[in-house]
């Protein structure tokens, strides 16, 4: 099951990837740049959720960094 | 960048649906724990900070025309300011989109397909809202114009059906402990209301935006009443113990029945709601993946569609462990980071606008 997931995760990504860099001009270099790092880093998350689901997410950093925000209006948490 | 356009009423429609999905969710419990019978009030405070935004949007979009939010932060801060700003913009999107695709799924696990993987549900509406947004905000907005109205009507028609089961005296007494509580509680409101300021992605596709500052008011106004008329609903209905329902107005729907023969509205909601969550997500969806483009200057935003799906699907799997986590998350950092992002940045690039004069007045 994990290895399916694993290549379910590896084989959508490669069809974005794939598609979007065929439709684009080759010489449009940045196009191309973005969509590789935007395809690899939803790749690398999902691969990181995989094999460690409890990863701490953006809830929990956001959470910590707006601290001194929130507890003004919510000081019991 | 993007050469459709699309007219007022559409623009107040998208608006409205952008902001309306989710609200009408999960918004009435957190304003009945703090606001009590005064929950009814709470959105009308609220609204002002969404009359504030559009205002500010609106100003921003006449000093300096064409530009959204993104490419204005790389305009008045310079390149390395304004990319640093932009990126706030766009990581504060990516999770914003990812708790909403998050609520939607949940909300149909939850409520109707307890034995469908939460991933299936999150691909599919993924996938729907990618071939939305590749189409442009032109289509974008005609789906807003045939849903917006019915989405209305329908919040209307589950308060006038419920009309006979109604508690009246569940809103009594008003005001009974001072202003306070109902301050309090139209900040969870509020936090919806702010989400008003992307309404500067869509304003340089506006035909003749000469009165775009109408349609965007009239979008809060809009969406003022829904959360009045919703909260009253729940307060009508369940009273104070309105704070302890996940989704109360869905709860709501659940109790009509007209003469034995009119019941289970709730698959209709469902319906109806998945319409208004379809634009919800395509709305917020379409602004990331045009932000994403004008942060790297590039000339088209449809390559980049499929990827920042892709980024989406897994934001939302993310952003929260389970449902808990996630309701947890809307008073806690949900409201400071919207405050930082949606009042705070704003109000920033409106000073540094003014101080330096750059912008050319049409």
Known sequence: MFVLKLLGITLLSAAV????????????????????????????????????????????????????????????? | MDKEKVSNLQLCLMMYLMIGGTSILVVPSFTAMYAKQDMWISPIIGSVFGFFNVTVAWLLHRRNPGL?????????????????????????????????TREY????????????????IIGCIVLTCSFAVRSGVEVIGRFAQIFGPIFLCFVLAIFLFLL???????????LGTGVMPSLKGSLEPSVWFMEF????????????????????????????????????????????????LTFPFLSASRFVNIADFFSHVEAIVMALWILGGFVQISMWYYTLALGTAQWMKMTDFRPLVFPVGLLIGVFSIWVAKNFQQMLQYFPTGGTGSSIITLLLLPILFLLVSLVRGSGTRN
């Open chain 2, 164 to 174: 006979a089961e109604y508690n009246y005296s569940n809103m009594l007494p008003v």
């Open chain 1, 17 to 77: 990837f794939l598609y979007d860099f065929s439709i684009v001009d080759p010489k449009k270099k940045k196009e191309r740049a973005a969509i590789a790092v935007i395809t690899c880093a939803g790749w690398v998350v999902a691969v990181l959720l995989l094999f460690a689901p409890g990863l701490p997410g953006p809830t929990e950093w956001i959470n910590q960094v707006t601290k001194p925000i929130w507890i003004i209006f919510y000081p019991e948490g």
């Open chain 2, 197 to 244: 300021i992307f309404i500067s992605s869509v304003y340089p596709s506006v035909r003749q935006g000469g009165n775009g500052l109408k349609g965007g008011l009239f979008a809060v106004l809009l969406m003022m009443i829904t959360m009045v008329i919703t909260n009253f609903t729940c307060l009508f209905l369940f009273g104070e113990s309105t704070a302890n």
């Open chain 2, 68 to 100: 959204t939010l993104i490419e204005q932060a790389q305009r008045l801060f310079g390149k390395w300011m304004g990319s640093i700003l932009g990126i706030v913009f766009l990581l504060f999107q990516i999770d914003a989109i990812g708790l909403i």
């Open chain 2, 105 to 120: 799924a949940e909300f149909i696990v939850q409520a109707f397909l307890p034995k469908t993987p939460l991933v299936m």
